[in-house]
T-cell receptor, first 115, second 117 residues
Framework: GDSVTQMEGPVTLSEEAFLTINCTYT??????LFWYVQYPGEGLQLLLK?????DKGSNKGFEATYRKETTSFHLEKGSVQVSDSAVYFC??????????????FGKGTLLTVNP | DTGVSQDPRHKITKRGQNVTFRCDPI?????LYWYRQTLGQGPEFLTY????????KSRLLSDRFSAERPKGSFSTLEIQRTEQGDSAMYLC???????????????FGPGTRLTVL
């Protein structure tokens, strides 16, 4: 079945440091890939997505590139801020047309950014 | 869009009691999903609706769980005879099936945190 493996946390960085959170996946077919973020006390928010190989998703300074050859979708940001402190979830979605669009999530990575 | 809303945000109950949660999706979103998230884990799919039809249920959804979406608008998730293992965050998401920006993207509500004592 489908699965997502994320880098184990927690990750603690200083402000302006470079961030990488690794994500690899196993899926049948050609999944769409997502990063969701969960800020303290809030619900999941879509951060970025990519729907086909070599697509790059980007938002709020975060980027991730869909790498089919390595089945990866690593999240990166060049300079993190304290406000980026949150839990980050990598997810995939398979299914087309009328089929189920359920998301399969990784376990999440807690990021703490210190001033 | 006003976003997905869920009620209540927190629920504490005693083992053996029944509980019901409500989810109001973004208006005109055809699909509605329920997920469960336990501490330190990512959300896990429970069930989904397309309009009023419940099209798939996960094996995680035991017979004590039932979900409805009458008239294809809001949805309810009921847990009967709650157990301590049911303690979790219950998340609702909705998406547009086709047409318009963001098609297929799932938007999540804030969740209902259930604690079973």
């Amino acid at each position: 079945g489908d699965s997502v493996t994320q880098m184990e946390g927690p990750v603690t960085l200083s402000e302006e440091a470079f961030l990488t959170i690794n994500c690899t996946y196993t899926a049948t077919g050609y999944p769409s890939l997502f990063w969701y973020v969960q800020y303290p006390g809030e619900g999941l928010q879509l951060l970025l997505k990519a729907t086909k190989a070599d697509d790059k998703g980007s938002n709020k300074g975060f980027e991730a590139t869909y790498r089919k050859e390595t089945t990866s979708f690593h999240l990166e940001k060049g300079s993190v801020q304290v406000s980026d402190s949150a839990v980050y979830f990598c997810a995939l979605r398979t299914g087309w047309g009328g089929s189920n669009y359920k998301l399969t999530f990784g376990k999440g990575t807690l990021l703490t950014v210190n001033p | 869009d006003t976003g997905v809303s869920q009620d209540p945000r927190h629920k504490i109950t005693k083992r053996g009691q029944n509980v019901t949660f409500r989810c109001d999706p973004i208006s005109e979103h055809n699909r509605l999903y329920w997920y469960r998230q336990t501490l330190g884990q990512g959300p896990e799919f429970l069930t989904y609706f397309q309009n009023e039809a419940q099209l798939e249920k996960s094996r995680l959804l035991s017979d004590r769980f039932s979900a409805e979406r009458p008239k294809g608008s809001f949805s309810t998730l009921e847990i009967q005879r709650t157990e301590q293992g049911d303690s979790a965050m219950y998340l609702c998401a909705s998406s547009r099936l086709a047409g318009g920006p963001g098609t297929g993207t799932q938007y999540f509500g804030p969740g209902t945190r259930l604690t079973v004592l």
